[in-house]
């Protein structure tokens, strides 16, 4: 009698330890298929002078292109290759920094933000972001923000090797048969376009999805207690 009331707990039990892996492994691909955004990174404190990208190649060994905004607010920003888009842009001088949030259609490796004062901020993402929140100065009197440089590196178009044929060559070989399709060398085809980082078609993390996954491992687990507590009243 009590293999029989043991054998139905035992299978509900590996089912629903079953279930409760499948929703944890679903979580994890949702988070790995979002976007990795830059927010609330750490800044390093520039203390002195008045730097610009370039400044700063020497000491992260990259080569920055600069896009600087002089009278920052809100707006959209760009060089020709950068843009970015400010937000919430708050501005002050009496004790409280300003801050921004930022967006842009390319990766960033670092934002500048130059205070009224020596109190600077340098704002380094690695990987890329593109975007952040609450970016700003450094505390004290008089730290407004007095102008924003954005850092980035902009990868450079491929190149073609000159020895590319210009054309097909017009004469075939004439053991080759007729039904054979032609082919054509050196030249490098359009990538189809990418399809977007998603898993199971939701886009990122979103709080509806993770909702929707955490929902379906707590009912697994309350799943498994029940079986477990039901198995213990058909011993008793």
Known sequence: ????????ARHATRLTLALAAIAGLILAMFYMASPVLGTHVTPTPINSGNPTCGDF???????WTQLKVESPGNGIFT??????????FVNSSSGTPGSF????????????????TDKHNLYVYNPEATSD???????????GISHISFCYDADPPPSVPASVPASVPASVPASVPGSVEGSVGGGTGTPAASLP??????????????????????????????ANVAAVRRRS
């Open 197 to 226: 980082n998603t898993a199971l078609g939701l886009a990122g993390s979103g709080p509806l999805a993770t909702i929707f996954f955490g929902a379906v491992l707590i009912a697994s687990l309350g799943a498994l207690a029940y």
């Open 79 to 88: 060089d020709g290759t950068l843009t970015v888009t400010i937000t919430n």
């Open 57 to 63: 190649d020497d000491q992260f060994g990259q080569t």
């Open 101 to 116: 949030n930022w967006s842009s259609n390319i990766g960033v490796d670092a934002v500048f933000v130059k205070a009224g």
């Open 133 to 143: 929140t609450g970016l700003g100065p450094q505390s004290g009197t008089g730290n």
């Open 1 to 8: 009698m009590t293999v029989q009331t043991q054998a139905p």
